[in-house]
């Protein structure tokens, strides 16, 4: 007898085949399979998490085909604003999530009900009526001259880390790469023409 993947994972995790944890960790199985970065299946999986762990204790449907627009914006008030969220000993949990942190748990709960819809797995998207919350919109203020001047001075030395330091300052502010980006840059990456 064939497996299908959802059939390993309720077989294996003895959970009903349409559950949100179920499909949690298909999703989860197909994101490692589309070679999404690994934070960001990091980022998913607490999402979805932090999604079942309040849909069981708030009683709500845990069947994915049960779930409603309402449903979600539950959630994702409970999350903007409860403090003391997930039943967790973490102090980031302790205070009332920031705009941008409700806006990571919209977008990856999007994504994750996209998918259910594009894989057939629920008739209806709960997701298609939710807008997406509001952001706070930041300003990053640019460095003043004098402030980029004393960053180079600081690695004005002739030493090979005087030298790494002063590259790496040049691409940071000339390309606006994050430091994320710059640390998994690889020769490859670089056009050598």
């Known amino acids: 007898m064939v497996q299908t993947t959802v ?24 994101c490692r399979c589309e070679n999404k970065s ?9 999402v979805l998490d932090n999604l079942i762990w309040f849909f069981e204790h708030k009683n709500l449907p845990t069947q994915v085909q049960n779930i409603t627009t309402t449903n979600i914006r539950e959630f994702l008030w409970y999350l903007a604003s409860e403090e003391h969220r997930w039943g967790s ?9 920031s705009p ?22 629920i008739s209806n998207n709960p997701y298609s009526l939710i807008k997406p919350p509001k952001q706070e919109k930041k300003v990053i203020q640019a460095l003043a001259t004098i402030e980029i001047q004393r960053l180079f001075e600081a690695c004005e030395g002739k030493t090979m880390y005087d030298v ?30």
């Open 7 to 30: 059939d390993a994972l309720t077989i294996n995790h003895l959970v009903a085949m349409d559950s949100l944890q179920s499909m949690a960790k298909g999703y989860l199985l197909n």
């Open 38 to 46: 690994p934070k960001t299946i990091e980022i998913y999986g607490m």
């Open 164 to 193: 790494r330091n002063k590259a790496i300052l040049s691409v940071l502010l000339d390309s606006g790469l994050r430091i994320s980006e710059l640390t998994n840059l690889k020769y490859e990456d670089f056009d050598q023409t």
């Open 100 to 121: 941008t942190t409700v806006h990571i748990y919209y977008r990856s709960m999007k994504t994750f009900f996209n998918w259910l819809k594009r894989e057939d797995l």
């Open 89 to 97: 000993s973490n102090p980031s949990a302790w205070r009332k999530a």
